[in-house]
């Protein structure tokens, strides 16, 4: 069976399964200004500006789902399909920003300079420790000869994950989507920091953001996630790269990457409490979860672990 076969066929399980599967509930993905004050992100998060670019180009034909942007793999190798991640930063400095520089090179060995949109950015990149602490999201910026540069805030010591989340827009690869990742050494005295019990609701800036459910490795499930904020639903979300809230996962052992799909359709300025997400976690454990959402402007990350059986 081709690959596009293959990828039609997953596209067409994961939409049945999100019709089917009960709403669950989910929360993940962004840095709020002052991540050290979170759980699990004390080692450096950085806030994405808001952006007023258009929508993601390809939806899928539920509404709000963006079933066309369901990334394969689980981001743990740097080359698929004959695309490689390349970069010659093999440390970055502990303690103060820098910059991870990077190119994507596609099956003629050159570096790709066009990329589609996927939710409202060319390039997604994250950043976070092997421990699963320290998370970071943000947009790096492409010169002209294709080499990317990812803005990150202050590292702690460790082995970092360096994941690149694109879409070429021309070539063998167009309309696939890719995350493919490297890893860095942070120099220093590093401390692993053990990683949070499983819970069903967690706290950031104020807020509460609640995630129910019981989703099976392997299986689509919708996901939701409620916010409220002194015990009154939060109607007051601002759109974010397309969308009420950003979600990604990392599994513990082996930080391997999921990004959860937005389901909830943007209709105007203000969203919430509840949001919803298509999930696709490929394997069990324990997964950690950070939620993106903004609101008066501000960007918030709520983070939380989720056992998927």
């Known amino acids: 069976m081709t690959s596009s076969r293959?990828?039609?066929?997953?596209?067409?399980i994961a939409a049945a399964g999100a019709v089917t599967a009960l709403a669950l509930t989910l929360a993940a993905c962004g840095s709020s200004d002052d991540s050290s004050?979170?759980?699990?992100?004390?080692?450096?998060?950085?806030?994405?500006?808001?952006?007023?670019?258009?929508a993601s180009p390809s939806m899928g034909d539920m509404p709000g789902m963006a079933m066309d942007h369901m990334?394969?793999?689980n981001g743990l190798s740097d080359s698929q399909?004959?695309?490689?991640?390349?970069?010659?930063?093999?440390?970055?400095p502990s303690g103060k920003q820098a910059a991870y520089r990077?190119?994507?090179?596609?099956p003629d060995d050159k570096p790709v300079t066009d990329f589609a949109l996927d939710?409202?950015?060319?390039?997604?990149?994250?950043?976070?420790?092997?421990?699963?602490?320290?998370?970071?999201?943000?947009?790096?910026t492409m010169a002209a000869d294709g080499t990317w540069s990812a803005p990150l805030s202050s590292l702690a010591p460790g082995s970092w994950h360096m994941f690149a989340s694109f879409t070429p827009n021309t070539g063998k690869g167009k309309g696939t989507d890719f995350v493919l990742s490297r890893t860095v050494t942070v120099p220093g005295d590093a401390v692993k920091a053990p990683l949070p019990a499983p819970a069903t609701s967690t706290q950031v800036d104020g807020y509460t953001v609640t995630v129910k459910g019981d989703p099976m490795a392997g299986m689509a499930h919708p996901l939701t996630a409620s916010i409220v904020e002194d015990g009154k639903p939060v109607t007051d979300l601002e759109p974010y790269l397309d969308t009420y809230a950003h979600l990604t996962a990392f599994h513990e052992g082996d930080a391997a990457f999921a990004h959860l799909h937005p389901t909830t359709e943007v209709t105007g300025?203000?969203?919430?409490?509840?949001?919803s997400f298509h999930a696709e976690l490929p394997t069990s454990g324990n997964w950690r979860l950070f939620l993106q959402f903004q609101t008066g402007g501000k960007l918030h990350?709520?983070?939380?672990t989720l056992r998927v059986g």
């Open 6 to 12: 293959l990828i039609a066929r997953r596209r067409a």
């Open 37 to 54: 004050s979170m759980p699990g992100m004390d080692h450096g998060g950085k806030s994405s500006a808001p952006s007023s670019s258009s």
């Open 71 to 73: 990334a394969s793999g």
């Open 81 to 92: 399909d004959a695309y490689r991640l390349t970069s010659k930063d093999t440390t970055l």
């Open 102 to 106: 990077f190119t994507v090179t596609g």
């Open 119 to 140: 939710q409202t950015k060319r390039m997604h990149f994250y950043a976070i420790r092997s421990d699963l602490t320290g998370f970071q999201h943000v947009h790096p």
């Open 269 to 275: 300025d203000h969203g919430g409490p509840d949001l």
């Open 301 to 304: 990350t709520a983070a939380l």
